[in-house]
């Protein structure tokens, strides 16, 4: 059987060759309409795009991403390799047997040593870190405008004592959430704002955190949930305290999962955009492969609230 080319994916959407590699490439003025009829073409035909040493990419991290990287993937004619476990270093030299193109890497969690490591190896986009050393593309949502838009919601609905149940301290993304909580308490006058860091990104972690939350703020009626297992702890501390999530406290939760959606009451959530990141993520690890001397580029991509009923006026006094 014959190898699919770039001809064939040309004369199938019916472009130019030029079209195809402005689309391959993420370069050029192409309307969005003739992109998506030129990935369509690709995955039609069957054409294989190979990087400089294959066409695989290694993602390091969780699960959550998988699936929507290896459809982002799957539109620019590569594959996606996931591979897991602290000090990983995939290859991207092309001296062993299973080289990659190039590398995502999710977590803000990663020593800086790590990551200079990986980074050395081939080109690679972080997800949910920042590090400004290291030559990468670092795509992530944006923290601090999320919890901004979470704190201004929460005022709308007449709250006035807000918390903010945080991640561990040294984590970037931690940092980003409190500094969109602080500007949202300068802008927005008459709120009291109280935050407190977790210990870790765990249930027992949440739990710890609301109950010193409620310590010092004992008059708080809106609570903002820096992750998903923040938000557990949060739950399971008002269940065991009586309090009523969304009569007596309004709960919105930073990310998203199924269990959120199912929750009784329902948790209002700023989800991550898996798709939308992943798509940035493949197209911007496509152009660094082609050009990997650019220098780092940092994109934040801010979520969209889903309202569900965990969010309710203020209570009255």
Not at 24 to 52: C, D, F, Q, W
Not at 86 to 98: K, N
Request: with cysteine; glycine share 10%.
């Amino acid at each position: 059987m014959a190898v699919a080319t770039l001809r064939d994916v040309a004369e199938c959407a019916r472009v130019s060759l030029t079209t195809v590699s402005y689309v391959l490439n993420n370069k050029g003025a192409i309307s969005e309409s003739t992109r998506r009829r030129v990935l369509h073409a690709i995955r039609e035909v069957g054409y294989t795009r190979r990087g400089p040493f294959g066409r695989t990419l290694a993602y390091i991290g969780e699960g959550s991403f998988v699936g929507t990287l290896k459809q982002a993937a799957a539109e620019y004619g590569f594959e996606i390799h996931h591979v897991s476990g602290a000090g990983y270093v995939p290859d991207c030299t092309g001296d062993s047997a299973y080289a990659y193109s190039g590398t995502i890497v999710y977590g803000g969690l990663w020593s800086r040593s790590a990551l200079e490591e990986i980074v050395s190896r081939g080109p690679t986009i972080l997800l949910g870190a920042s590090f400004p050393s290291v030559r990468s593309d670092e795509i992530w949502i944006d923290n601090a405008g999320a919890v901004y838009t979470a704190v201004e919601h929460l005022v709308s609905m007449g709250h006035v004592h807000v918390g903010l149940i945080n991640g561990p301290i040294e984590t970037v993304t931690t940092a980003e959430k409190r500094v969109g909580f602080e500007r949202a308490l300068r802008d927005l006058p008459g709120v009291v704002g109280t935050c407190v860091n977790a210990s870790g990104f765990t249930t027992s972690a949440g739990y710890e955190a609301i109950r010193r939350l409620f310590s010092k703020q004992p008059h708080i009626t809106a609570v903002i949930s820096g992750d998903v297992p923040l938000t557990h702890g949060i739950l399971e501390f008002c269940r065991s305290e009586g309090i009523a999530v969304g009569s007596a406290l309004s709960l919105i939760s930073i990310r998203d999962e199924r269990s959120l959606e199912q929750s009784e009451p329902p948790i209002t959530v700023l989800p991550i955009p898996a798709l939308e990141i992943s798509r940035e993520a493949i197209s911007h690890l496509v152009t660094r492969i082609n050009n990997p001397k650019l220098p780092g580029r940092r994109l934040l991509i801010r979520p969209e609230m889903i309202h569900r009923q965990s969010v309710q006026p203020a209570p009255k006094v």
